[in-house]
T-cell receptor
């Protein structure tokens, strides 16, 4: 079966600290992968997508970056977190027409 | 730029009622439309996907319709139950992006016993 994992589930970080969120997919190969952010009072916003290893496209300019070092691994990073980076981060993949989401990481920047 | 709006923002109904959630989008050139459910603090669960060429899709007590030309979709929930309480999100996929979804703000549904 195909599953998607995200960790950590919850993270509290001080302003200016680095960030690394990981997403992995099992049971498939060469999936399209996506990072979304859901901020309080705002809808889900696509941050990055990747169609293959090393191929990253950014949807919005921001303090974050993404990498895809392996076929089924997608990483969201920041060198220095801002307060505005707080939110619920969701990884998703699309094996066909339907997009499936991971359990999410809740990030609180203090 | 595609914009997706969901009405109402929140809905509270007694158990057993049939209800309709609305979704509208500004650019009718979509590839498909997907309805999701999100429980508090959780990820999204896909409920139904309607291709741009389809008019409706059904799954159990859920029925989603699509009127692409008018930029509207509705999610119909029959015989609502307390377990249906969640946030319902509508998302459209554009025709030229790599599966990018544009989401509405969601409808928070509460079904009370």
């Amino acid at each position: 079966s195909q599953t998607i994992h995200q960790w950590p589930a919850t993270l509290v970080q001080p302003v200016g600290s680095p960030l690394s969120l990981e997403c992995t997919v099992e049971g498939t190969s060469n999936p399209n992968l996506y990072w979304y952010r859901q901020a309080a009072g705002r809808g889900l916003q696509l941050l990055f997508y990747s169609v293959g290893i090393g191929q990253i496209s950014s949807e919005v300019p921001q303090n974050l970056s993404a990498s895809r070092p392996q076929d089924r691994q997608f990483i969201l990073s920041s060198k220095k977190l801002l307060l505005s980076d707080s939110g619920f981060y969701l990884c998703a993949w699309r094996p066909g027409e339907t997009q499936y989401f991971g359990p999410g990481t809740r990030l609180l920047v203090l | 730029k595609q914009e997706v709006t969901q009405i109402p923002a929140a809905l509270s109904v007694p158990e057993g009622e049939n209800l309709v959630l609305n979704c509208s989008f500004t650019d009718s050139a979509i590839y498909n439309l997907q309805w999701f459910r999100q429980d508090p603090g959780k990820g999204l669960t896909s409920l139904l996907l309607i291709q741009s060429s389809q008019r409706e899709q059904t799954s159990g007590r859920l029925n989603a319709s699509l009127d692409k030309s008018s930029g509207r979709s509705t999610l119909y929930i029959a015989a609502s139950q307390p377990g249906d309480s969640a946030t319902y999100l509508c998302a459209v996929r554009g025709g030229t992006s790599y599966g990018k979804l544009t989401f509405g703000q969601g409808t928070i549904l509460t079904v009370h016993p």
